[in-house]
Nanobody
């Protein structure tokens, strides 16, 4: 199956930027879409963004991150990125990468993706 490894998290100040990376290995030919989720302590996992792996690489975003977060792909490197700008305290969470082989492309379908990374911690302080 697909193995996903996130990196790029860290401790930043409010207003700063971070770029998260998710490197895929294994059966990457099975990937239809990749996405990002996050989970804050005591809260449920929430969808952030997703990108179709093939074709034009169209994207979808959660409304609350649109305009601040940008998802992108580098198929040659089997890597997906999440550029996060203007970070807020409420962005503090563990950020997870997901990959799905099914031919669906919605927040709901990505929530049931077949492969998940281990997560990378993002902490935003004032």
């Amino acid at each position: 199956q697909v193995r996903l490894v996130e990196s790029g998290g860290g401790l930043v100040q409010a207003g700063d930027s971070l770029r998260l990376s998710c490197a895929a290995s294994g059966r990457t030919f099975r990937i239809y879409a990749m996405g990002w989720f996050r989970q804050a302590p005591g809260k449920e996992r929430e969808f952030l963004a997703a990108v179709r792996w093939s074709g034009g690489g169209n994207t979808i975003y959660a409304d609350f991150v649109k305009g601040r977060f940008t998802i992108s792909r580098d198929n040659a490197k089997n890597t997906v990125y999440l550029q996060m700008n203007s970070l807020k305290l409420e962005d503090t969470a563990v950020y997870y990468c997901a990959a799905d082989s099914r031919p669906y492309f919605t927040p709901g379908s990505m929530a049931n993706a077949g492969s998940w990374g281990q997560g990378t911690q993002v902490t935003v302080s004032s």
